[in-house]
């Protein structure tokens, strides 16, 4: 028993496929924030850009164990030449952008999508639109009166645009859809090939 139970242990850790995660986007969109609340179950309230360390740690996902690794990435351009080299071996990548800025919506087409598919031509993209809790917020909207959000139709559009195999809508404020975020990253590399058998399909599609 103890060597059969040596082999499946044995056999079981040869199987936990590993995945590595890069988040992107620009510079205080939340990507930080995101991972820190994923990892932590905790909120950062100052903004200090990019302090987390590579995570990595086993997370099952509709009964299948694999070892997450999570990188973390400056958005600003003094960063342009030393971030590529995180997306090397990448997976897949957490593309964000903020739910109430414009502007890191635009750049996800503009700069992002270019920069991912010249580095990693073939991993697959989240779309992720953070803040949440902001896009509907009176006070939030009352401090900024002339703050542009994002609706969730335009969310899906630009998902559609860029071929993003899903989007999700999330809070690292208050938690809202957080692990969904991940548990999509995860999904959309152990099922990449639906593609092919369904050309109809456009891929997974999450928005919660």
């Known amino acids: 028993m103890s060597t059969a ?7 079981a850790t040869t199987q936990t496929k590993f995945i590595k995660c890069v988040t992107v986007g620009d510079g205080a969109v939340g990507k930080t924030c995101l991972l820190i609340s994923y990892t932590s179950n905790t909120f950062p309230t100052d903004y200090v850009p990019t302090v ?4 990595s740690a086993n997370v099952m ?19 342009n030449r030393l971030r590529p080299l995180s997306y090397r071996g990448a997976d897949v990548f957490l593309l964000a952008f903020s739910l109430i800025s414009r502007p890191s919506y635009e750049n996800v087409s503009k700069k992002w999508v270019p920069e991912l598919r010249h580095y990693a031509p073939r991993a697959p993209i989240v779309l ?3 803040k949440l809790d902001l896009r509907d917020d009176r006070r939030f909207h009352f401090d900024y009166p002339g703050a542009c959000t994002i609706s969730t139709e335009q969310g899906l559009e630009l998902k559609k645009q860029i071929g993003a195999l899903a989007y999700i809508e999330c809070s690292s404020k208050t938690q809202q859809n957080v692990k969904a975020v991940f548990d999509a990253a995860i999904k959309v590399v152990l099922q990449p090939a639906k593609k092919k058998k369904q050309k109809k399909r456009t891929g997974i599609c999450l928005v919660l």
């Open 5 to 11: 139970a040596a082999t499946a242990a044995a056999t």
């Open 52 to 55: 987390f360390d590579n995570f």
């Open 61 to 79: 996902v509709d009964g299948q164990t694999v070892n997450l690794g999570i990188w973390d990435t400056a958005g600003q351009e003094d960063y």
């Open 128 to 130: 992720v639109g953070t």
